[in-house]
């Protein structure tokens, strides 16, 4: 049995999609399963230095250019699928309605990721891990033996992050904003300079926000770290766009500034928010505004003044229940 992963990572889409399948390939080791990663990405190099921190080795991967047509992804994607494996993953939104026809014409059984819930979809399974998610959304949109995995009960966690609590330190925070090192860029620059009380953690796999933040020495940078669990433990809060990070800081327990910055981020902001795990922001430059009107200590207090630990579970078994789930339909 042989899982093959198709999925996007770079400057542009971030490493979310990627550290969420190599959380579920975590778990297919542990099952004896083999997988195999195909990669769209606009930097190819960072990905495969970040993948040979994670001790991923390189015939496990390999690389679509950030130029490829829908037509010749499907094609060579099938090809693939064809040579040796059993099932196969989609986690990314460049697919549509002809590129999902062809790996159905063509015999492909596959989970796909979604968000949106707004279209129609052929999968064998669906998995959505927004909190906000549930199954109703997709009653009149699959076929009738589509398997859902749907809500913050299948939120994915790599192994780094389970198993120990918190040990926070009081003005220690966390930015982590994914792709689009801009706003990295503009946090640093108008925000961490002038709150010289606070010690930032950043995580920003570039070496031109690593040249910016040379001489600020109230800021630790980690561009490729295997133990990312042991920089998050140590926040009081968390500044990161919507994505994956968000699961992984509630399942620690740490309060968060969620900054969207892809469509795909903005209904798990807005639910985060509502369940007080969160304060949200539009946009970078919206809250830099409030910074600087009110003071980011001002926003700290006001945020741990609100938070509530604990009203969404996540319990870091999202991915044993995924891995389940794709093992009994291949059987």
């Known amino acids: ?14 490493f979310g999609h990627l550290t969420r399948c190599l959380a579920i390939a975590e778990e297919l080791i542990r099952k004896d399963v083999k997988f195999y990663f195909l990669i ?18 390189r015939e496990l991967y390999s690389f679509f250019s950030a130029d490829i047509t829908k037509k010749e992804d499907a094609e060579q994607l ?27 014409e063509a015999g492909v059984k596959w989970a796909q990721f979604d968000y949106a819930a707004t279209t129609e979809i052929i999968a064998d399974i669906i998995i959505n891990t927004n909190i ?17 995995c749907i809500g913050y009960k299948y939120a994915i966690l790599r192994d780094s ?18 792709g689009g090192k801009s706003n990295v860029i503009n946090l640093l ?16 796999r570039d070496s031109i926000v690593n040249k910016k933040l040379s001489k600020n020495t109230n800021v630790c940078v980690y561009e490729n770290i295997s133990n990312i669990g042991e920089v998050y433990r140590k926040v009081q809060i968390a500044i990161v766009a919507g994505g994956v990070t968000t699961f992984e800081l509630a399942y620690l327990d740490i309060p968060m500034i969620i900054i969207p910055i892809a469509n795909n981020q903005i209904q798990n902001t807005i639910a985060w928010t509502k369940h007080k795990f969160a304060r949200s922001y539009t946009n970078v430059q919206d809250f830099i505004t409030e910074v600087k009107k009110t003071g980011l200590q001002s926003i700290v207090s006001a945020i741990m003044h609100q938070f509530q630990c604990k009203k969404v579970i996540i319990d870091g078994l999202g991915k044993q229940r995924i891995v389940k789930t794709i093992i009994e339909n291949i059987l």
Do not use: W
């Not at 049995?1 to 971030?14: D, E, W």
């Not at 010289?196 to 953690?201: E, L, P, Y």
């Open 132 to 148: 906000g998610a549930d199954r109703s959304m997709y009653l009149n949109l699959v076929r009738p033996n589509t398997v859902l």
């Open 78 to 104: 099938i090809k693939l699928y064809k040579q040796d494996f059993s099932f196969l993953v989609l986690d990314h939104y460049d697919h549509d309605k002809e590129y999902c026809q062809k790996l159905s």
């Open 1 to 14: 049995m042989k899982i093959l992963f198709r999925l996007n990572a770079g400057n542009q889409n971030g």
């Open 189 to 204: 620059e108008s925000v961490i300079k002038e709150e010289t009380k606070f010690i930032f953690h950043i995580i920003a």
């Open 40 to 57: 769209k990405s606009d930097n190819s190099h960072a990905i495969s230095d970040f993948l040979l921190n994670e001790g991923v080795s």
């Open 161 to 178: 992050i389970l198993g120990k609590e918190k040990d926070s330190v009081k003005n220690h925070i966390l930015i982590s904003m994914g």
